[in-house]
């Protein structure tokens, strides 16, 4: 089976503080995404991968940096932390062939900005 | 651009009653559709698919029919337990990878 592992599931910090949160995968998948999930809003992606070093603009991407340094590991920033980005982040990754293929998605962090 | 909406929810059924979910989609061409449920505490998981109009996904007793001519892909499940207790999202995607996601509904089912 697919494991999607992000590194912790709550997640306590203040606000102006650099925030990182890791995500790795054990599949070899090419695609990697994170999203924020709010109540009513469904999932929002933010940034994705579908390769090493490469990256692109989410839906809502202002706020959030990401980094893909190795194929397995995809780690979202948040650059200076704020009240507004008090949120479950969902990581998920996926292989590239075809758009049938599904999104394989970790637990989730829940992610507090005080 | 793409879009999804879902019926509002919260939704909360007796055992073995019946379960629809509708789903409409806005988009530019025929993309292919998905349901994927989120167990409390849990991240998501695909629960069916259909890649092309008048396709049928099925798992779990869960079904979903892609009708081109209605832009829908409803959820339906004849007899729900409480272990179907779960967020349901509808989403669809092109040959981008990107989902594009519903706002979710949340089914509670009572004993």
Same mark, same amino acid.
């Given at each position: 089976?697919?494991?999607?592992?992000?590194?912790?599931?709550?997640?306590?910090?203040?606000?102006?503080?650099?925030?990182?949160?890791?995500?790795?995968?054990?599949?070899?998948?090419?695609?990697?995404?994170?999203?924020?999930?709010?109540?009513?809003?469904?999932?929002?992606?933010?940034?994705?991968?579908?390769?090493?070093?490469?990256?692109?603009?989410?839906?809502?991407?202002?706020?959030?940096?990401?980094?893909?340094?190795?194929?397995?590991?995809?780690?979202?920033?948040?650059?200076?932390?704020?009240?507004?980005?008090?949120?479950?982040?969902?990581?998920?990754?996926?292989?590239?062939?075809?758009?049938?293929?599904?999104?394989?998605?970790?637990?989730?962090?829940?992610?507090?900005?005080? | 651009?793409?879009?999804?909406?879902?019926?509002?929810?919260?939704?909360?059924?007796?055992?073995?009653?019946?379960?629809?979910?509708?789903?409409?989609?806005?988009?530019?061409?025929?993309?292919?559709?998905?349901?994927?449920?989120? $167990?409390?505490? &849990?991240?998501?998981?695909?629960? =069916?698919?259909?890649?092309?109009?008048?396709?049928?996904? +099925?798992?779990?007793? *869960?079904?979903?029919? $892609?009708?081109? &001519?209605?832009?829908?892909?409803? =959820?339906?499940?004849?007899?729900?337990?409480?272990?179907? +207790?779960?967020?349901? *999202?509808?989403?669809?995607?092109?040959?981008?990878?990107?989902?594009?996601?519903?706002?979710?509904?949340?089914?509670?089912?009572?004993?």
């Amino acid at each position: 089976d697919v494991k999607v592992t992000q590194s912790s599931r709550y997640l306590v910090k203040r606000t102006g503080e650099k925030v990182f949160l890791e995500c790795v995968q054990d599949m070899d998948h090419e695609n990697m995404f994170w999203y924020r999930q709010d109540p009513g809003l469904g999932l929002r992606l933010i940034y994705f991968s579908y390769d090493v070093k490469m990256k692109e603009k989410g839906d809502i991407p202002e706020g959030y940096s990401v980094s893909r340094e190795k194929k397995e590991r995809f780690s979202l920033i948040l650059e200076s932390a704020s009240t507004n980005q008090t949120s479950m982040y969902l990581c998920a990754s996926s292989f590239t062939q075809g758009n049938n293929q599904p999104q394989h998605f970790g637990d989730g962090t829940r992610l507090s900005i005080l | 651009g793409n879009s999804v909406t879902q019926m509002e929810g919260p939704v909360t059924l007796s055992e073995e009653a019946f379960l629809t979910i509708n789903c409409t989609y806005t988009a530019t061409g025929y993309p292919s559709l998905f349901w994927y449920v989120q $167990y409390p505490g &849990e991240g998501l998981q695909l629960l =069916l698919k259909a890649t092309k109009a008048d396709d049928k996904g +099925s798992n779990k007793g *869960f079904e979903a029919t $892609y009708r081109k &001519e209605t832009t829908s892909f409803h =959820l339906e499940k004849g007899s729900v337990q409480v272990s179907d +207790s779960a967020v349901y *999202f509808c989403a669809l995607a092109f040959n981008d990878y990107k989902l594009s996601f519903g706002a979710g509904t949340t089914v509670t089912v009572r004993a």
